[in-house]
Nanobody
Framework: VQLQASGGGLVQAGDSLTLSCTPS????????AGWFRQAPGKDREFVSA???????AYRDSVQGRFTISKDNGKTTVYLQMNSLKPEDTAIYYC???????????????????WGQGTLVTVSS
């Protein structure tokens, strides 16, 4: 299973971007999926996740600005990012659980599959 992430780019503070992640070889189905990010010189950190109930979780710093969702066909997971800040600059990685029906929360450490990352750069 490979995860293809896209949608990153260079934007100004206050702008919006939407990231997409589509797995090949399977659908998202009822597995948990989400996004992590890694800024230069920092550890990878949780951003957001969504589970089979469509329950969502966010890190505090993006709550109210980012929205995670998945399409009805459960083939793609999205991360809508609004009011972007320079501190959101990072490589964003999507991740997907191998098994179904796992609950998620903000302490989720990610799934079994990881994408290659898409770079988001926010200028001030």
């Amino acid at each position: 299973v490979q995860l293809q992430a896209s949608g990153g780019g260079l934007v100004q503070a206050g702008d919006s971007l939407t990231l997409s992640c589509t797995p090949s070889g399977r659908t998202i189905g009822n597995a948990a999926a989400g996004w992590f990010r890694q800024a230069p010189g920092k550890d990878r950190e949780f951003v957001s996740a969504i589970d089979f109930r469509s329950v969502t979780a966010y890190r505090d710093s993006v709550q109210g600005r980012f929205t995670i969702s998945k399409d009805n066909g459960k083939t793609t997971v999205y991360l809508q990012m609004n009011s972007l800040k320079p501190e959101d600059t990072a490589i964003y990685y999507c991740t997907l659980d191998r098994l179904s029906y796992r609950h998620i929360n903000s302490g989720w450490s990610g799934g079994d599959y990881w994408g290659q990352g898409t770079l988001v750069t926010v200028s001030s």
